[in-house]
């Protein structure tokens, strides 16, 4: 497992902590881990232990879950080797789906209309000799995968998924049971990007690797997570202000997923890392 790997599962965390639906909900979070009301919270304009302290239980709890689940999936992985190719590619063709569900793209009117335009212009590239046959039989392959789950209406199911909140009150340690329970029930808007990461630690070779990828996963989610809760007057300022951006962040993480999915499908990801690796 090279460097590349590694950033992609540390940026996916990264993009996960920024989606839409969880960065504006974080700062509701870490008051109801840590029972610091919103009085005190604009009051308070200095480092606090106590949101940091309920918050690094927070994080520490869907850690411990997530990596285990990467060696857990390595595992799985390992009892399939035979079929390893052919989970690649379906894995990859999920993960178009969720990238393109996390960057918005399917609630458009004419999506399927769209998708159609772009296998088409594939076909054209392959008979002008741009694009090779398997290449073509590959990115075919994942955009009929994503329209037969768009059909079955799967991005409907993500999409009510993703107007669900948490609500409730909780202090001290009960903090990293939530943050356990977070990690199993794999909270609405980072469903899509853990799923992808996961599906790439199962084409690992050890847990071990699995582990590591599904460990900076939590690393790229739970750092800015530490800071809000330690500074967490001033992070409010910060959401109010990235608001705007929210769309971009969107669109870059649903394309990172796309990119992702299409070299997983290929196979094109394990050359690059070989090839950045050294």
């Given at each position: 497992m090279?460097?590349?790997?590694?950033?992609?599962?540390?940026?996916?965390?990264?993009?996960?902590?920024?989606?839409?639906?969880?960065?504006?909900i974080?700062?509701?979070?870490i008051?109801?881990?840590?029972?610091?009301?919103?009085?005190?919270?604009r009051?308070?304009?200095?480092?606090?232990?106590?949101?940091?302290?309920?918050?690094f239980l927070?994080?520490?709890?869907?850690?411990?879950?997530?990596?285990?689940?990467?060696?857990?999936?390595?595992?799985?992985g390992?009892?399939?080797?035979?079929?390893?190719?052919h989970?690649?590619?379906?894995?990859?063709?999920?993960?178009?789906?969720?990238g393109?569900?996390?960057?918005?793209?399917?609630?458009r009117?004419?999506?399927?209309?769209?998708?159609?335009?772009?296998?088409?212009?594939?076909?054209?590239?392959?008979?002008?000799?741009?694009?090779?046959?398997r290449?073509?039989?590959?990115?075919?392959g994942?955009?009929?995968?994503?329209?037969?789950?768009?059909l079955?209406?799967?991005h409907e199911?993500?999409?009510?998924?993703?107007?669900?909140?948490?609500?409730?009150?909780?202090?001290?340690?009960g903090?990293?049971?939530v943050?356990?329970?977070?990690?199993?029930?794999?909270s609405?808007?980072?469903?899509?990007?853990l799923?992808s990461?996961l599906?790439?630690?199962?084409q690992?070779?050890?847990?071990?690797?699995?582990?590591?990828?599904?460990?900076a996963?939590?690393?790229?989610?739970?750092?800015?997570?530490?800071?809000?809760?330690?500074?967490?007057?001033?992070?409010?300022?910060?959401?109010?202000?990235?608001?705007?951006?929210?769309?971009l962040v969107?669109v870059?993480?649903?394309?990172?997923l796309?990119?992702?999915?299409?070299?997983?499908?290929?196979?094109?990801?394990?050359?690059?890392s070989?090839?950045l690796?050294g």
């Amino acid at each position: 497992m090279g460097e590349v790997s590694l950033l992609i599962a540390f940026t996916a965390g990264l993009l996960s902590f920024l989606s839409p639906c969880v960065l504006p909900i974080i700062p509701g979070y870490i008051s109801y881990l840590s029972g610091v009301g919103a009085q005190e919270v604009r009051e308070e304009r200095s480092f606090n232990r106590k949101t940091f302290l309920a918050s690094f239980l927070f994080v520490l709890g869907f850690s411990l879950v997530f990596t285990l689940m990467g060696a857990t999936a390595t595992g799985v992985g390992s009892l399939f080797r035979e079929y390893q190719d052919h989970i690649a590619k379906v894995g990859g063709g999920l993960v178009v789906f969720f990238g393109l569900h996390f960057a918005g793209v399917m609630l458009r009117a004419n999506f399927l209309r769209e998708l159609v335009g772009v296998a088409s212009f594939f076909l054209a590239l392959f008979f002008l000799g741009v694009l090779p046959q398997r290449f073509l039989f590959d990115l075919l392959g994942i955009i009929l995968l994503v329209a037969f789950l768009y059909l079955f209406n799967l991005h409907e199911v993500l999409y009510r998924q993703m107007r669900k909140e948490l609500k409730g009150s909780l202090s001290g340690l009960g903090a990293l049971l939530v943050g356990m329970l977070f990690a199993f029930g794999w909270s609405p808007c980072i469903g899509p990007v853990l799923g992808s990461i996961l599906l790439y630690a199962s084409q690992q070779e050890t847990a071990l690797q699995g582990a590591g990828l599904l460990l900076a996963y939590s690393l790229g989610l739970g750092i800015p997570f530490l800071v809000a809760g330690g500074l967490l007057s001033a992070f409010l300022g910060f959401v109010r202000s990235f608001g705007r951006f929210f769309g971009l962040v969107e669109v870059v993480g649903g394309l990172l997923l796309v990119i992702l999915g299409v070299l997983l499908t290929t196979g094109k990801l394990a050359e690059i890392s070989l090839l950045l690796g050294g």
